[in-house]
């Protein structure tokens, strides 16, 4: 695709079936980096608080969920964070506050190894990982019957969510209401071809590598490995470490298998629960050519990308600025 024909394409806001979108970035944040980076620090601004539950895995491992609880809350949230998130990241605060906020529960299930405690398995978890997102919500919805269940997933947490939502088809809608996916790197080759190189790789790949290294070198040792440490601890890209460890860990030939068998988009075109994908189409992680067109997806998928917005950043209103613009949205696509 031509540069021109590709600023006909996504210079406008992409939206399908529903209008009610929207975003505009603030003019004191410009830029996607600026507006990714700058949310991050808005977190101490959201105090929520949790009750933290542990569940075995059908493969006794075990995960920690932590809970917002309601006396009369009838409407429940899950929300599946992103890479190296928990509950604590910035977009979990905002969301489980607004949630609280509207009388709903919520929950946020930690995957393997990120509730700061390490699972006892070899596997952790990875982008692809729909197995996963199918067991905990199918416990949710039978340990809450009468609760109507909306799901939320961000950026990998949200491609996992995508890739079970097209997997399951119509009979995802017997657990699930709605769900909304943000940021999410539909086209992981894509994706790891942005961060993988100049900036970004300074910026946001050595930032998840800072805490993804370590772990897998505990996991070396722990379950005896054959694999080489030093060239974990030499790994400054994603292909690097997931041709090294998160790839033949979870079953995959190589980084490039890894990411092509586990991108969500092709997935979308199978999806019968009504979803939302909102990405900006300044997310750092993933370039607008990579971002679906409406004949690509469902007629159940509505498309949303606003110019700006950065990777799950979304800030609003004057400085400081706030997180709420993004709950907000949610809330309104889950109460339509």
């Given amino acids: 695709m031509s540069e021109k024909s590709l600023s006909r394409k996504y210079l406008e806001p992409i939206r399908t079936k529903d209008s009610a979108g929207g975003y505009r970035a603030p003019w004191w944040l410009p830029g996607g980096h600026l507006q990714t980076i700058y949310a991050r620090m808005l977190a101490r601004s959201y105090s929520v608080s949790y009750r933290r539950e542990r569940w075995k895995t059908p493969d006794s491992d075990f995960i920690d969920l932590d809970w917002v609880d309601h006396p009369e809350g009838g409407k429940l949230m899950v929300l ?20 609280a906020g509207a009388g709903w529960r919520g929950v946020v299930p930690h995957f393997r ?41 961000i950026s990998i947490g949200g491609n996992m969510l995508l890739k079970w939502l097209g997997e399951h088809g119509q009979a995802a809608s017997r657990t699930v209401e709605r769900a909304v996916a943000v940021s999410t790197p539909l086209d992981l080759v894509a994706a790891a071809g942005e961060l993988d190189f100049g900036i970004k790789r300074i910026l946001y790949a050595s930032y998840f590598l800072r805490t993804l290294r370590p772990r897998a070198l505990a996991k070396i040792v722990v379950h005896n490995l054959a694999i080489d440490p ?9 292909r690097q470490f997931d041709d090294l460890f998160t790839a033949p860990v979870h079953g995959f030939r190589n980084a490039a298998d890894y990411w092509r068998r586990c991108s969500s988009k092709p997935w979308l075109r199978t999806i019968e629960v009504p979803t939302l994908v909102l990405n900006a189409q ?4 993933l370039p607008a050519s990579a971002l679906p067109t409406n004949d690509e997806v469902s007629s159940s998928v509505i498309l949303e990308f606003p110019p700006s917005g950065g990777h799950v950043g979304f800030v609003t209103g004057k400085f400081p600025g706030h997180l709420d613009w993004l709950p907000e949205r949610i809330l309104r696509f889950f109460d339509e």
């Fill in 80 to 99: 599946f964070h992103g890479l190296e998130g928990y509950s604590q990241s910035h977009y979990a605060l905002s969301l489980m506050a607004t949630v």
């Fill in 230 to 238: 030093g060239a974990i601890r030499a790994s400054v890209t994603f």
């Fill in 282 to 285: 300044n997310d750092p992680f």
């Fill in 113 to 153: 190894g990120c509730s700061g405690e390490a699972n006892r398995l070899l596997r952790s978890y990875h982008s692809g990982d729909s197995d996963e997102i199918d067991w905990i919500l199918r416990r949710i919805k039978t340990k809450n019957p009468q609760s109507k269940i909306y799901v939320v997933g």
